[in-house]
């Protein structure tokens, strides 16, 4: 055994340490966290002092014991793990489940190279309390909203469904999503009209300016027009100043989501697990960071690699000061471990990722560009002589003859802009992208100009234009917003939208434009023109829209629990944080401060007589074909319209709302248009075609069978000749053609719901994805069946044939337990192979009955309340609270 224990995070760097240690060195993984608060229950002791009851995962004690007994024989051990307040919590959490001393090593370093993790070895310190407190008091905080505030929204919104949940980051993230959303509604489009010209300078070279301000009608715009013609127009002023562009500094979690997000399309998620296996890989730098510093090692590379790759003076090395003042976790950018290595990573996504990795870096380091922007200003004398008014009419017609109110001056100068790079610098690597870039923001080179030159005017259109409201939130452009207003930390922005994401209360999705006209008039060879066009807005590509569920919790978050959506007060906690990990206050006290008013208002609302949330709930007006009152509302399982009202005598009519339909945007018309299904659209062989919407989507039924419409089908609009196609496709599926025989059984074809299969004794085996049944010949269609198996064969990988309700299975994702009708997950540093029955069983919760399939069903269990860091509810009351409500009673 080596004399010394080295424990890190991750199983992917732990090879790589070992090698750089050496043979007195044993590197281990603890596979993350190996203690935690368990689902079921609070787990958080809120009458002496919050104290958590942390437990050691199931799924890793085995691995917990093997680590003890590991560090029982070594001479030292060293905790390795991020150098951030979760990598610290779990240095601690190690410490506890081990029993290690207090004084045991904690190492810190920032990018898995020889140097950094020997260097980290030579400079050992205890684990950081104040730390670990802080991320106690995250954690704790997080349940304490998730346990109490979740079962509220089940009984207050859903009438006692589970499935929703709340958090402090994830529920403020939701609000801002909504209330952009409101924004974009109320948005009214206003018009105004936008002159632009067109100089032809030197007989061939084209001078493009333009109006200043735009003209609020087209009645103005058409005028100006008319008094440009004939019109002389002069240089009046060349203005030619130096600028300079500097470039970004180096990424941060947040930058680098963002710029991942514009230049490469990926989400949240899928940018911090690609940048996780570069930084396991030891290709960068720790990618959890709220700092953008270099340490002087990698600005002294970075500026010897921009030498070598673009000579001297290319090189302005920087340091950047963050502008976030609570940055503690990060001690540097994330950059690449060597500035030698221009392309790194196991797969295409890495490289790309890496590649945006380098270029940022290098370019920090790197000259300003210097640019020469030139400013032309245009003088205009009309033909008369004098500065000509626009006329102002009474009637909303522009054209309208009634009699002018007071006039006002025309504008009488256009400006053109250019802009000339004299020295790329940076701009050779690199340049960062925006959120909502725009073309005509483009500024290019002048055509040679003189003060006093007159000139050719080409043409001058005044062109329609409408105001736009706010976009729709990205990921990219969401993680840019909480990172300003001082919410989350740049561990919580993937999992929060994920979350939001997955609770169904946000939509990512693409949106297709609308058509409008616009008005363009031209003057050209003294004659003005009027066209028509047609432009398309509102696109709109991987934005986040709220669903109806969003909404109606979001509402109900800001009505009753005002401090859990509070800007103001989310991103205080986060100081509050900070002071904590810094020592400055004390994180149960902080805890405790939240924790009363909080308490206090959830019981308020458990016990209030409001039976549901009723914000939601929509009235749209009065059915003109039953007299009957038309209302949108969400339900249990989902948002829906309704036509009448239940009583003794009548139910009321209901109707799901359709993808993208809103409650608080629906309006009466297309309500009703909702209860349209089921029609029928003709007949096909003397029987009826209904369209409908049933648990699976909509159809068509034909002769009491269901034939799905497809994504391209609207179930509304759909006509006879349609459905009769689809009804004919879904027959010649279902026909199976006979290709031979094999083994002396019949080999035959056909297409199902997933596709094309050859279907061989009981079994359908599906055609590769590359393969049609067009072509398919009897030889390839035995070799399908024989691969098939060949994978049936190696299903499993071990059978206890004294216990066949225990299995080890070679599944698609990875190798899992089967237990009777469970199934259990391996832990990743066990090997399969190696298991025996009675590993199996322990591994399935040290329970032989367990591996019997079960008699009867088990009773359901007690709803449980929603854990804010979990994807599934937990439950249980309190002892305090179930007291209270028997007292209420």
Not at 399 to 416: H, K, V, W
Not at 685 to 711: A, C, N, Q, R, W
Request: hydrophobic share 35%.
């Amino acid at each position: 055994m080596s004399k010394n224990l080295v424990i890190v995070e991750s199983p992917a760097k732990a090879k790589t340490i070992e090698g750089y240690l050496g043979k007195d060195f044993t590197v281990k993984s603890s596979f993350g966290h190996v203690r935690d608060l368990p689902k079921d229950g609070l787990a958080v002791d809120v009458l002496n002092g919050f104290q958590p009851s942390y437990e050691i995962s199931p799924d890793k004690k085995k691995l917990v014991s093997e680590l003890k007994s590991l560090a029982k024989s070594a001479e030292e051990v060293w905790l390795a793990t991020d150098d951030d307040r979760e990598g610290e919590a779990i240095s601690w959490h190690l410490k506890e489940a081990l029993g290690l001393r207090d004084n045991t090593k904690r190492i810190v370093f920032r990018e898995i190279t020889k140097n950094a993790i020997q260097n980290a070895i030579k400079s050992p310190r205890t684990i950081d309390v104040d730390l670990v407190n802080a991320q106690q008091a995250r954690r704790v905080l997080d349940r304490l909203v998730g346990y109490e505030l979740s079962p509220v929204l089940w009984r207050k919104i859903k009438g006692g469904s589970t499935g929703l949940s709340a958090g402090r980051v994830q529920s403020v993230a939701l609000r801002l999503v909504v209330e952009r959303e409101r924004e974009i509604d109320k948005h009214q489009s206003k018009s105004s009209f936008k002159v632009t010209a067109q100089f032809i300078v030197d007989g061939s070279k084209v001078l493009n300016a333009e109006l200043p301000k735009n003209f609020a009608t087209a009645g103005e715009a058409r005028a100006f027009l008319e008094a440009c013609i004939g019109a002389t127009f002069t240089i009046k002023n060349l203005e030619v100043k130096p600028a300079k562009k500097s470039p970004a500094p180096p990424f941060t979690t947040s930058t680098l989501q963002q710029e991942s997000s514009r230049k490469l399309g990926y989400s949240v998620d899928r940018t911090m697990r690609i940048a996780q296996n570069l930084y396991e890989a030891g290709k960068i730098s720790y990618m959890r960071t709220d700092s953008t510093s270099l340490s002087q090692e990698a600005i002294d590379k970075a500026k010897a690699e921009i030498e070598t790759e673009f000579g001297p003076k290319y090189v302005q090395t920087r340091q950047f000061k963050t502008k976030n003042e609570s940055a503690q976790e990060a001690h540097e950018a994330i950059r690449p471990t060597n500035f030698n290595d221009r392309n790194a990573g196991a797969d295409r996504d890495q490289k790309r990722l890496y590649e945006l990795i380098w270029k940022r870096s290098i370019a920090s380091q790197m000259a300003d560009a210097q640019l020469e922007r030139t400013t032309v200003t245009i003088s205009i004398r009309f033909a008369n002589g004098a500065i000509a008014t626009v006329q102002a009419h009474v009637d909303d017609s522009p054209f309208a003859d009634t009699p002018p109110t007071q006039g006002r001056s025309f504008p009488n100068e256009l400006i053109a802009q250019g802009e000339v790079i004299k020295f790329d610098g940076f701009l050779r690597v690199y340049l960062e992208s925006k959120d909502d870039e725009d073309d005509e923001d483009a500024k290019g080179m002048l055509p040679p100009l003189t003060i006093g030159q007159i000139l050719n005017l080409g043409q001058m259109k005044a062109t329609e234009k409408f105001t736009r409201p706010q976009p729709r939130y990205a990921e990219a452009s969401l993680v840019k917003k909480l990172e300003e207003m001082g919410i989350g930390r740049p561990s919580t922005y993937a999992p929060t939208i994920s979350t939001i994401i997955n609770r169904g209360y946000v939509i990512k999705q693409d949106k297709p434009g609308q058509e409008r006209k616009y008005t363009e008039y031209t003057l050209q060879r003294e004659q003005i023109s009027e066209t028509s066009g047609k432009e398309t807005f509102g696109s709109e590509k991987a934005k986040l829209f709220p669903t109806n569920t969003g909404i109606v919790v979001n509402d109900f978050l800001v009505e009753y629990f005002p401090d859990i959506v509070d800007y103001q007060f989310t991103a205080t906690v986060e100081k509050d944080f900070d002071e904590i990990a810094d020592g400055k206050m004390n994180w149960q006290t902080m805890l405790g401060d939240f924790y009363g008013d909080f308490h206090k208002n959830i019981e308020e609302i458990q016990g209030s007589s409001i039976v549901s949330f009723k914000t939601g709930a929509r009235e749209l007006g009065i059915d003109s074909r039953t007299g009957k009152k038309v209302s949108a509302r969400l339900g249990r399982y989902g948002a829906f319209a309704q036509i009448g009202e239940s009583t003794d005598d009548e139910k009321p009519q209901y109707a799901n709302l359709r993808e993208g339909q809103l409650i608080e945007t629906i309006t009466l018309q297309e309500a009703l248009d909702l209860f349209a299904l089921p029609r029928e659209v003709g007949f096909f062989e003397d029987k009826p075609m209904t369209i409908g919407i049933g648990k699976f989507g909509p159809y068509v039924k034909h002769d009491d069978k269901y034939v799905s419409l497809t994504k391209e089908d609207d179930p509304y609009s759909i006509d006879a000749e349609r459905a009769i196609q689809l009804i004919q496709a879904k027959r010649a599926e279902s026909i199976s053609e006979a290709l031979g025989e094999f083994e002396g059984k019949p080999v035959s074809t056909g297409k199902g719901r997933f596709g094309p299969y050859v279907k061989f004794e009981d079994k359908y085996i599906s055609l590769p994805r590359n393969e049609s049944l067009a072509g398919l010949t009897l030889d390839r269609a035995i070799e399908l069946i024989l691969a098939k198996r060949q994978i049936e064969a190696n299903k499993y990988i071990k059978e206890f044939p004294e216990n066949p309700a225990v299995k080890v299975v070679n599944g698609q994702y990875g190798p899992y337990l089967a237990v009777g009708k469970r199934n259990v997950k391996i832990p990743k540093d066990v090997d399969p192979t190696t298991l025996t029955l009675e590993d199996c069983l322990k591994l399935a919760g040290d329970d032989p009955a367990a591996a019997k399939s079960p008699a009867k069903k088990a009773a359901p269990a007690k709803a449980k309340a929603a854990d804010a860091t979990t994807k599934k509810p937990a439950a249980k009351k309190t002892t305090a609270t179930v007291k209270k409500t028997a007292a209420k009673k």
